[in-house]
């Protein structure tokens, strides 16, 4: 076994089994936090994202099929997926094909939500290009919710993701994003969009104030 | 007076902080501090009332003002540069700094800079405990951010959706008729709990939220009355918060460092918290002394400072206060 990554919730570890590359994600204990808190969150992280892992394919995002969870380690076996993270996918190409995959990103997005599925953590890392498709992955703080306020701040996760680490094109990506989003989600999607901007003018030091 | 003798390793800056309850006047000469006075406004029930701060503030800054000097052993006409915190903050407050910024430049003529309030605490963060690259954790009553520097800008990798963090605390504070500051109060009476109760646990991503986690610690208290317990659950659960959203930055970013700063990092959970968290990503976990924690002027007098002496310069009408000012809007070009 070969630790491939060491994320801030879990290590990852990389495992050949009858040839085949499979994936060990493990929730470690976090002595900072209380036990009791620490084991619930673990938990219910484990228990929630593979059932969401697994929803999610149902709605049409690629995501990583599931071999087995050990809920006592708190562990997920998954397949590998071989491919580059968007992370640094985008950084390197050119502006029309990165519209492009960040429109096909928007899409999945609204699969996701259509199906009842909040991700929770959507950033570039969390998303990996593979065969031509874009899988999703760590679905750690995803959840169930039809609620446009949850969606909303789904969006809006992406579009700070983007800002922080992807500044010289954020604009321009999250408006692909969008793009593709409204292709899936048709005229609810403005109701959602226009929720992310109101959620994003009740934080702080947002100059741009929205009237309802 | 010439550029050259500005950017001279003794210049003196003089900088004013007033964004929010405390007034504050710090002096920095080079690298070095020479003074740190302030004074900090309490009000006698409920929150900070903007307009009674901003009074306080002008009511104080003169004997402030008076104690920076006499403490730095300089007198007005020796001061080169006047700094002031433009933003963010309470409006009042910020035009009551500004307004006494602009008179003591024009008074004395020399340059004035108006600087940024977040990033004024990163950058004593890193004079005052020598990190160079930090993760920065600022928590305080007014702001909840997790910062780091990336190409040219203090970026916010997460932030608070609704309330900061100590404005949390202090609600509940006066909310179960704790004095004031609550999280001190708080501190103490969770030391004596021996219960873990459950409250929500809210993080989004490396963003979170704490007003459920408020009104879910209130409710609590009217249903048990139980409240060293209920004291120590709502530390346990809104510092868990902060430190995974700090984790989940750090293996984001891949810093070395953590930097906690503002005024609930005096909180020693919080502290401890933290500093498991950074050995086991064997990063470097520093905290900002107290003193330049709080809310100080020697922030902002040493931020002026560095602008000045990278070429920023600001007019009279580019020192119109602005409320809204966000960490990430500043052009870094002093590293």
């Known amino acids: 076994m070969e630790l491939i990554r060491k994320g801030a919730e879990a290590n990852i570890l990389l495992e050949k089994r009858n040839g085949e590359k499979i994936v060990l994600k493990n929730r470690i204990q976090k002595k900072y936090r209380v036990p009791q808190l620490d084991f619930v969150i673990r938990d219910t992280r484990t228990k929630g994202e593979t059932k969401l892992i697994t929803d999610a394919r149902r709605a049409g995002v690629p995501t990583p099929i599931i071999f087995e969870i050990d809920r006592k380690n708190t562990t997920i076996v998954m397949q590998y997926i071989e491919g580059e993270r968007l992370r640094e996918l985008l950084e390197k190409l050119p502006d029309n094909q990165r519209a492009e995959i960040c429109e096909k990103v928007g899409q999945q997005i609204g699969k996701l939500h259509n199906s009842k599925i909040i991700h929770g953590d959507l950033t570039t890392s969390n998303m990996i290009y593979s065969r031509d498709c874009i899988y999703f992955i760590d679905f750690g703080l995803g959840y169930y919710s039809l609620d446009i306020e949850d969606q909303g701040v789904d969006l809006l996760l992406l579009k700070r993701a983007f800002l922080s680490t992807h500044y010289k094109f954020a604009d321009q990506a999250f408006e692909a994003v969008l793009r593709g989003y409204r292709k899936v989600l048709g005229r609810r999607a403005e109701a959602v969009i226009n929720r992310t901007k109101e959620i994003e003018a009740r934080a702080r030091y947002v100059v741009e104030r929205v009237t309802r | ?335």
């Open chain 2, 1 to 335: 007076m010439s550029d050259t003798k500005l950017v001279n390793r003794l210049t003196i800056c003089l900088g004013v902080e007033g964004t929010a309850h405390t007034i504050g006047v710090g002096i920095v000469s080079g690298s070095k501090i020479l003074a740190n006075v302030s004074r900090t406004y309490v009000p006698t029930k409920g929150g900070i009332h903007p307009r009674e701060a901003a009074r306080f503030h002008a009511d104080k800054l003169k004997i402030v003002l008076e104690e920076a000097l006499q403490k730095s052993n300089i007198n007005l006409k020796q001061i080169d540069v006047i700094a002031f915190s433009i933003g963010p903050g309470l409006g009042p407050c910020l035009r009551t700094v500004a307004t006494a910024a602009r008179a003591l430049a024009m008074r004395l003529e020399v340059p004035i800079l108006g600087v940024n309030h977040c990033v004024g605490h990163v950058e004593i963060g890193r004079l005052t405990t020598g990190a160079q690259d930090p993760l920065t954790l600022y928590v305080s009553g007014g702001n909840t951010q997790v910062i780091a520097f990336e190409s040219g800008r203090y970026r916010i990798f997460g932030e608070t959706l609704d309330i900061a963090v100590g404005n949390c605390l202090d609600r509940f504070a006066r909310e179960v008729g704790l004095p004031h500051p609550g999280g001190p109060q708080i501190e103490k009476l969770a030391a004596q709990a021996n219960e873990y109760i459950s409250l929500p646990y809210s993080v989004k991503g490396m963003d979170l939220a704490f007003s459920g986690l408020l009104t879910a610690a209130s409710k609590e208290y009217y249903k048990t009355k139980k409240l060293p317990e209920i004291c120590y659950s709502l530390q346990e659960t809104a510092f868990a918060m902060l430190t995974e959203v700090t984790e989940r930055a750090l293996a984001h970013t891949g810093k070395s460092e953590v930097l906690l700063t503002g005024g609930v990092a005096a909180n020693k959970r919080l502290q401890g918290m933290l500093r498991l968290m950074s050995e086991e990503h064997n990063a470097n976990f520093l905290v900002v002394p107290f003193e330049y924690a709080m809310d100080n002027g020697t922030m902002i007098s040493w931020l002026g400072l560095l602008m000045l002496q990278h070429g920023v310069r600001h007019t009279i009408e580019e020192t119109a206060v602005r409320q809204r000012f966000r960490t990430d809007e500043v052009d870094v070009v002093w590293r």
